[in-house]
Each structure stands twice: as C-alpha cells, then as structure tokens.
C-alpha cells in the first residue's frame, strides 16, 4: 500500500493563484471530451489555467478538494473561471461561478515520514449559467479488484512535464488501473502507453472509461502522484464520494435523477440506464394494452480489464509525489 512516508510534495497552484500552474506527460492534445474545463482566471492580460474540472451536471463542475484549498471561497466564485474549448488561450466558452464547495471530509495530502495521502480530494463549482455542452456521466458503483487492468483516460489542462511547460491546452492519454484501494485508483506509469501521467495542472480532471453502450463514464478525480511525473498517481474514487455529491446535486436542481437533469429522458432513444423509467422504453403496443415491457436499469456494468497483481508500490514510498 502505497504512504506518503518520504513524500516531497509540491502542491499545485492555487485555483485563484497569480501564476501559472506549474499536459498530461507523454499524452497527446485533445479536441473531444468536451466536459472537461480549465479552471483559471484572467488577470490583466494573462489567463492561466491552475486546474481542471469536469461538467457533471448542467450547472455544476466536480474538481479536486485541493485546487481550492486555503482560498477563500468568495474569491474564487469572484475571479474564477470554467474556460471551455481546446485550450484558455483560445476557448469555446468562458463561464463564471456562483458557488463553491470542498467535500466536508477532505483531508490534505501531507509529507514526510507518518504523513497521508489525504482524503476525499473533491470539491465542487456552480456555473453561473448552464454549461454549454452534454454532462459526462459519475459511476456511483464501487470499483472491484476484478477491475484492475481497466483502460482509463485521463484529461486535464496540466504541464508536460517537470519542467512546468504546455500548462493550458487540454490533452489525454491512456492509463490503465494498476491498482485501487478505500480511496483512491493508483496507475504506474509502466502500465501505461508511452509510460504516460497525469502531471501538475491536471488536479481535479476527469479519469475516464468508455463504456460498452457507447457513453462515457468518469470513475475518478486526479489527486495526486509522484515528483517527476514518471511513476504513479492516484486518483480520487467518483463512488466514495458520490453521495455527498449527490447532495450537491439535489441542492442546485432539487433532484438527483441525472436523467432528468439532463434531458435524458423522452428524447428519442430508450435510455435503460436511467434511475427512472424512460418514457422511450415502452412500446406503442405496450402502451395500447396498458402493459409495461420497459427494460429499466440503473448504473451500466463496466467491461473487467485483464487481471493484474497488486500494484508495484514499493518504489514510491521513497518517491516524492506532488498535487497533480
């Protein structure tokens, strides 16, 4: 199991910070995903990108715990902003906030010999107007050893590397589940094509799976990993969170039927993953006879990667890790 004994940790830069956050390493740039935002702000003539978010709702964007920490939230709802696009320089859509919130429970990553990864690394922004673009679906089930092996994608806004370069420009790459505990969802780079990372800048984006019924299905929040962006991250686990999410939710749209919320239901095309009955499930014959044939479901299943053994861990303990 991996510690943050012997941890030297640099913290990414503060949501609302003055400078430049300190792309995903060995990814590529990225033009789809739209659900996932640079969170930033504009300054003068400088607009940086500090963090990345991810659209969960029409009004709501799910980021880390830490891209706000120690910012007062006023500040943050006042100079903030979701920039929406391929990148802050030249984006779609810039929206401004009206709320904020850390998850009550969360807990900061700490250094050094006795310290923590830190918990419940999630935090969540109130877009001021409705996002313009199609929410990416939260798994709410919890994730099983049996998964490990599984093909993520991770987005983010992050640097490519170290050296602190590339910040801004939203790009992906493919990591797989090495590893997963109460906590969080770990990847080793070894694991991945190009030995690609998630690196700073990349805190609060989207770890993503495409799921066998063509939707795609955010599993975690990026969190943290090592120094060098070279050898492991771990993400924040979407379903240990997931009900105070749900609370978040509920507070902005007075319901937590995602379906509802964004316009799933009666559009066409019968939608069994939904929590209520879709309209579009039952058939014009059912319909005549007052029956009711609907195939009604809940949360998809995800595909089962290729088993792996325990994650190779030891190696990071005497690694420094940083705030993604």
């Not at 990414?12 to 003055?18: D, I, L, M, R």
């Not at 903030?80 to 807990?107: M, N, R």
């Not at 686990?237 to 039927?257: M, N, P, S």
Request: hydrophobic letters at 40%.
């Amino acid at each position: 199991m991996i510690t943050a004994a012997s941890v030297l940790l640099a913290a990414g830069a503060a949501f609302a910070g003055t400078a430049a956050a300190p792309k995903i390493v060995n990814g590529q740039e990225e033009a789809g995903y739209d659900f996932t935002v640079a969170l930033g702000a504009t300054f003068g003539e400088q607009t940086f990108s500090a963090c990345t978010g991810s659209v969960i709702t029409p009004r709501i964007v799910l980021s880390a715990g830490h891209c706000g920490e120690g910012i007062p939230p006023e500040l943050i709802v006042s100079a903030g902003k979701a920039f929406f696009g391929p990148s802050v320089e030249e984006p779609t859509h810039v929206l401004a906030f009206e709320g904020f919130a850390i998850h009550p429970g969360y807990v900061p990553l700490e250094n050094g010999v006795g310290g923590t990864l830190g918990e419940n690394d999630v935090s969540v922004l109130i877009l001021a107007e409705d996002a313009p673009v199609p929410p990416v679906w939260l798994r709410s089930a919890e994730v099983l050893d049996e998964e490990l092996g599984a093909e993520m994608v991770s987005i983010g806004f992050g640097v490519t590397g170290p050296q602190g370069n590339g910040s801004g420009v939203k790009r992906s790459a493919t990591l797989f589940l090495s590893d997963v505990d109460d906590m969080f969802l770990y990847s080793e780079s070894a694991d991945n094509p190009d030995e690609a990372q998630i690196c700073s800048g990349d805190s609060g984006g989207p770890q993503v799976v495409h799921l066998p019924d063509g939707r795609i299905e955010q599993w975690a929040v990026h969190s943290w990993g090592d120094q060098g962006c070279e050898i492991v991250s771990g993400s924040t686990r979407v379903d240990v969170v997931y009900d105070w999410i749900l609370e978040q939710v509920e507070a902005v749209h007075g319901t937590t039927d995602f379906c509802e919320i964004n316009g799933i239901y009666d559009n066409g095309v019968c939608d069994t993953f939904c929590a209520g009955e879709d309209p579009d499930c039952v058939s014009e014959d059912a319909v005549a006879d007052g029956g009711d044939d609907a195939e009604k479901g809940r949360c998809a299943t995800v595909p089962v990667g290729a088993a792996l053994g325990p994650a190779a861990l030891a190696l990071a303990v005497v690694l420094g890790r940083r705030r993604r």
